[in-house]
T-cell receptor
Framework: DQQVKQNSPSLSVQEGRISILNCDYTNSMFDYFLWYKKYPAEGPTFLISISSIKDKNEDGRFTVFLNKSAKHLSLHIVPSQPGDSAVYFC???????????FGAGTTVTVRA | NAGVMQNPRHLVRRRGQEARLRCSPM?????VYWYRQLPEEGLKFMVYLQKENIIDESGMPKERFSAEFPKEGPSILRIQQVVRGDSAAYFC????????????????????FGPGTRLTVL
């Protein structure tokens, strides 16, 4: 039962433009959301998170938006850089829980 | 400050052999989590441990799999009598506090991942 879904397996974007990654979830108990970035043969690296009490969190070029009513979140990367080429995982956890539920990932390719 | 360490990075076993995967958490972290990633899938939670205690093993197969986090030394994920379906990437993560939905600042309960162990069963 996939509770976190990333429906776009891949995304190609030109350097300097905006990358928008989407994530949907089904579990209404989720109240904390994270994005991880993963390079080949490495572990996921924490990127940015958001609590359900917020609808936006920004950190440099990365902004995460949360729409609780739609059970949807997105990650915006602007401007996209070649080093952003990686697999991005959306993850979520429920109140008083620690287990992270991950989406299947979106592979981002930034073209020069 | 060294990150989460995992070894070996690659492990090849024949069917029926045992696999032992090791994880050393980040300095100051006492919470360890194991996840498994099958090809083309996201990471799936397996087990959560604190020193000398298994807190939650609800994601771990009931047979052949076990985990420990002794008072001294790394956490160990052990797979007995491996089968081809065990072939996957196994990731360990650690956190300073138990991740509880972001009540604490992310830097304290965020799970930081190691590079993974890629297990191949022939």
């Amino acid at each position: 039962d996939q509770q976190v879904k990333q429906n776009s397996p891949s995304l190609s974007v030109q350097e300097g433009r905006i990358s928008i990654l989407n994530c949907d979830y089904t579990n209404s108990m989720f109240d904390y959301f994270l994005w991880y970035k993963k390079y080949p043969a490495e572990g996921p690296t924490f990127l940015i998170s958001i609590s359900s009490i917020k609808d936006k969190n920004e950190d440099g070029r990365f902004t995460v938006f949360l729409n609780k009513s739609a059970k949807h979140l997105s990650l915006h990367i602007v401007p996209s850089q070649p080093g952003d080429s990686a697999v991005y995982f959306c993850a979520a956890s429920a109140r008083n829980d620690y287990k992270l539920s991950f989406g299947a990932g979106t592979t981002v390719t930034v073209r020069a | 400050n060294a990150g989460v360490m995992q070894n070996p990075r690659h492990l090849v076993r024949r069917r029926g052999q045992e696999a032992r995967l090791r994880c050393s958490p980040m300095k100051g972290h006492s919470h360890v989590y194991w996840y498994r990633q099958l090809p083309e899938e996201g990471l799936k939670f397996m087990v959560y441990l604190q020193k000398e205690n298994i807190i939650d093993e609800s994601g771990m197969p009931k047979e052949r799999f076990s985990a420990e986090f002794p008072k001294e030394g790394p956490s160990i994920l052990r797979i007995q009598q491996v089968v081809r379906g065990d072939s996957a990437a196994y990731f360990c993560a650690s956190s300073r506090l138990a991740g509880l939905g972001g009540r604490s600042p992310p830097s304290t309960d965020t799970q930081y991942f190691g590079p993974g162990t890629r297990l191949t069963v022939l």
